[in-house]
């Protein structure tokens, strides 16, 4: 075998080494590419369904707030049905008992307790079409005023009609009044009201 022989076999061993070591190195190169590429894979995933997951949160959330939401819009509608219901049947039932001891009675104290209000000598009483109010009903609510507060309150009647059902207690120059309307005094009772009107709603659940 001469020398070139031997120094080409050499430099044909050599190049065999270098693309061995060379075709490794891209092994190694691919291997890390494959796990970044997994890797990154894995994280796209989490992060989708961490993203999903979140979105399924909100669109939850969403949908309890639009429940809650209709859940209270449905309760205020019903709410103000049974006001209205329950409104409209206090006043037929106090225009249908004006003639009772009973409502008359009534009368008497919601004068008394305008005039003690006004604290005033003398007072006007006012009154609706039909409230059944006569010098006999001042005299008692007089009465019952001066038991009270131990004063005698000159009262009078007002020859001017109300247009509603009740009485207002004024001072002689007009200047100042107290209402007891029976819708007044179902207003000023709105908070009690309103819980049987709740008691009502629930029973209905």
């Not at 005039?115 to 007072?123: A, F, G, N, T």
């Not at 247009?163 to 207690?169: A, E, K, N, R, T």
Request: hydrophobic fraction near 35%; proline fraction near 0%.
């Amino acid at each position: 075998m001469n020398e070139s022989v031997v120094l080409f076999d050499g430099i044909l061993e050599s190049a065999r080494e270098e693309a061995k070591a060379v075709e490794a190195e891209n092994k190694r190169e691919m291997e890390k590419l494959r796990e970044s590429y997994e890797a990154k894979s894995l994280r796209a995933q989490g992060q989708e369904k961490q993203f999903l997951d979140q979105r399924k949160a909100e669109n939850s959330r969403l949908l309890d707030a639009q429940k809650t939401q209709i859940s209270r819009d449905s309760e205020v509608a019903v709410m103000k049905e049974l006001r209205s219901a329950a409104e409209s049947s206090v006043f037929d039932h106090m225009a249908k008992i004006t003639e009772s001891e009973e409502y008359k009675n009534a009368l008497v104290f919601w004068i008394a307790e305008g005039v003690i209000s006004l604290d005033k000598d003398e007072c006007v009483v006012s009154r609706g079409k039909s409230d059944p109010v006569t010098e006999q009903t001042l005299e008692k609510a007089s009465d019952v005023v001066e038991k009270l507060i131990s004063k005698r309150v000159k009262l009078s009647l007002s020859d001017q009609f109300l247009s509603s059902q009740g009485i207002v207690v004024s001072s002689t120059d007009n200047r100042i009044a107290y209402t007891n309307l029976v819708k007044t005094r179902l207003s000023r009772a709105r908070s009690d009201f309103e819980n049987l009107l709740e008691g009502a709603l629930c029973s209905r659940k």
